[in-house]
């Protein structure tokens, strides 16, 4: 079986695949070994920014909070972190006529893209994989995708979380696999862990 690298876009995994589902307490690594069944998943690269609370949702950070520590559990996971960026600007109110400007507060998650793409041609230049899979529908991926395939000659999958594959992606992987709900569904945490900092328990609101 060939040595697997995995590399997960954890917001494109959650929007894609979990949000507005019971099953966001995912064990990671059950979940690539049933979509990689021919493959031993070596290593997983896990990539995320810390969330903020917000007025209506204050306890999502603890969430997320409860969720890497879940993650730092399985011994072959490894978390990179991005960063959340907040900046003001003006943008048209949709549907004001004559237009009008409002300020508003603009969110965005910096560095995963990027975290990935070096990560990724790191790897993949020191050979220490045998196939690259991404967790992600991510077309920003397309250049270190097609670098790995082309360039390098290495297998590089994709798992993509969302209903549609994307089209830059698909020309440049070795194979694409959609990640279904009952794939989710059936790699769940148990509702209790531990760590060596204490007990893990499944936010109750999951």
């Known amino acids: 079986m060939p040595n697997a690298y995995v590399y997960v876009d954890g917001f494109n995994f959650y929007y894609g695949a979990?949000?507005?589902?019971?099953?966001r307490w995912v064990d990671i690594h059950a979940l690539c070994s049933r979509m990689l069944p021919n493959d031993n998943v070596q290593a997983i690269k896990y990539f995320t920014a810390i969330v903020s609370g917000r007025p209506h949702d204050p306890q999502q950070p603890a969430r997320q909070q409860a969720y890497l520590r879940a993650l730092r559990t399985l011994p072959n996971v490894a978390i990179i972190m991005g960063q959340f960026r907040t900046h003001s600007c003006r943008m048209v109110l949709t549907g004001s006529n004559p237009p009008k400007k409002v300020w508003v507060d603009k969110t965005e998650e910096k560095?995963?893209?990027?975290?990935?793409?070096a990560h990724l041609l790191s790897d993949a230049y020191h050979k220490r994989f045998e196939v690259a899979v991404i967790i992600s529908n991510d077309s920003d991926l397309m250049e270190p995708v097609r670098i790995v395939r082309r360039d390098l000659n290495m297998p590089i999958g994709i798992l993509n979380p969302h209903q549609h594959h994307s089209c830059s992606l698909l020309p440049h992987a070795t194979f694409v696999k959609r990640i279904r709900q009952a794939d989710v569904a059936a790699c769940q945490f148990p509702n209790t862990l531990t760590d060596k900092n204490g007990t893990i328990t499944k936010p109750s609101t999951w």
């Open 18 to 23: 979990v949000k507005d589902t019971p099953y």
């Open 111 to 117: 560095g995963s893209d990027v975290n990935i793409a």
